[in-house]
């Protein structure tokens, strides 16, 4: 069982950054490969970036590419998501999730992640 703990959202003005951390505890942190997703009022979650478990291979949307990077770091069993340039239009909960490395199907996928974190909010004023 893997629990998923969220942390770093906030308020901030457009063009600011953010920086977003998941901490894992409950598994083998890097087994793991790693997602963060974000849900605005009214919409469908949406994939942000994905990253596999060795740190190797990472995966982003399209609306926060260039603008957004995924890391993690096993020995803190911590994975971060650095948010530059923010816009309005990135206001929303953002959520860590978690699946094996041998289990991951799609990155973009949210029905690939079986561990879910309560998520954090994230607002930008314009």
């Known amino acids: 069982q893997v629990q998923l703990v969220e942390s770093g959202g906030g308020l901030v003005q457009a063009g600011g950054s953010l920086r977003l951390s998941c901490a894992a505890s409950?598994?083998?942190?890097?087994?793991?490969?790693m997602g963060w997703f974000r849900q605005a009022p009214g919409k469908e979650r949406e994939f942000v970036g994905g990253i596999s478990g060795s740190g190797s291979i990472t995966y982003y949307g399209d609306s926060v590419k260039g603008r957004f990077t995924i890391s993690r770091d096993n020995d803190k069993n911590t994975v971060y998501l650095q948010m530059n340039n923010l816009k309005p239009e990135d206001t929303a909960v953002y959520y860590c999730a978690a699946v094996s490395n041998g289990y991951m199907r799609t990155y973009d996928d949210r029905r690939s992640y079986y561990y879910w974190g309560q998520g954090t909010q994230v607002t930008v004023s314009s």
């Open positions: 409950g598994g083998t942190f890097s087994s793991y490969a």
